[in-house]
């Protein structure tokens, strides 16, 4: 399942910094703006300690984790919209991805050229959704102009495209985000075919000094952007891109210290990782035996024959059951025989609603 986050911002802000430091791929982070021009595109492991978990429970000869895509997009200018700098690009690369991590400069230093010539993590914000909503509103209007024709031979499709239209393009006019309207489940797979970028779920990754790691909540900056994420219902995570990339190079080990260290739990990288996963709407279930565990990403909501069909298409076509067991159940029994026993180890049919940390075994026939 390619899912892909796209990380961007203003140029300068940390980007690649922390791209470099997810991916451990070596994008090229330099002072000055278009420093990445490219997209570049790196795979990432969903941290999950009950993986590691059933490992020790099964004993495979593999285990494979769940995996999450990160695309690093070039730093997006005023007028990006109408094609100035690499403009036509950056939007083209945000319209490939499924969601986007707004990486915020929240940190003062002198030594790091700002494109703007101050730090102002709200009108960085501005700089980049104007941009975006420019560009959806262009978009609306071509399609506008389009569908009112139809809709006026009494066309139900294009009368109720029209509609959606109609809702999305006001509230652009005011520059706010298409993701701020609420649609009905009638007017979802319309505005999905608009392929609009500020429909796209955002997370604000807000880049702090190493000082402010330990309790970002003392920086201004950061409360200003948690401010504006609420009126957008957004999610805000802090990180200091510099410090990830230093972890990034480190074993497990001594990661941990490190991060002890700081006097802090978890590396803003996992935090990162985890939550754009979830901000897609996507959970984990597991395989479990002696030649592998393995996490499958599936979406929420999907039914017992479609998350089969997410390891080989033929499971999916000869589905009959899933024998399941949740890993909360798993970890506590220690063992499938013993859940088993315990009667905790249920056969699933084909209207079953797959459920984050379930562990499966599918019987199909073809």
Known sequence: MALTAGIVGLPNVGKSTLFNAITKAGAEAANY????????????????????????????????????????????????????????????HIRQVDAICHV?????????THV???????????????????????????????????AKTKDKAAMAELAVLDKIKPVLEAGKSARTIEFSEEEQPIVKDL??????????????????????????????????????KAEVITVCAQIEEEIAELDDEDKVEFLEDLGIKESGLDQLIRTSFHLLGLATYFTAGEPEVRAWTFHKGIKAPQAAGIIHSDFERG?????????????????????KEAGRVRLEGKDYVVQDGDVMLFRFNV
Request: overall charge negative.
């Open 33 to 92: 703006p278009f420093a990445t021009i490219d997209p570049n595109v790196g795979m990432v492991e969903v941290p999950d300690w009950r993986l590691q978990r059933l490992t020790d429970l099964f004993q495979p000869k593999k285990t494979t984790p769940a995996t999450f895509e990160f695309t690093d997009i070039a730093g997006i200018v005023k007028g990006a919209s109408e094609g100035e700098g690499l403009g036509n690009q950056f939007l083209s």
């Open 104 to 112: 915020v400069r929240c940190f003062d230093d002198d030594n790091v």
């Open 116 to 150: 703007d010539g101050r730090i102002d993590p709200l009108a960085d914000i501005e700089t980049i959704n104007l941009e975006l909503i420019l560009a959806d509103l262009e978009t609306v209007n071509k399609r506008y102009s389009r569908v009112e024709k139809v």
């Open 195 to 232: 392929f609009l970028l500020t429909i796209k779920p955002v997370l604000y990754v807000a880049n702090v000094a190493e000082d402010d790691v330990q309790d970002p909540t003392n920086n201004h900056y950061v409360q200003e952007v948690q401010k504006f994420a609420a009126t957008e």
């Open 319 to 339: 589905f009959i059951r899933a024998e399941t067991v949740s890993f909360n159940d798993l970890d506590k029994f220690e063992s499938m025989h013993a859940a």
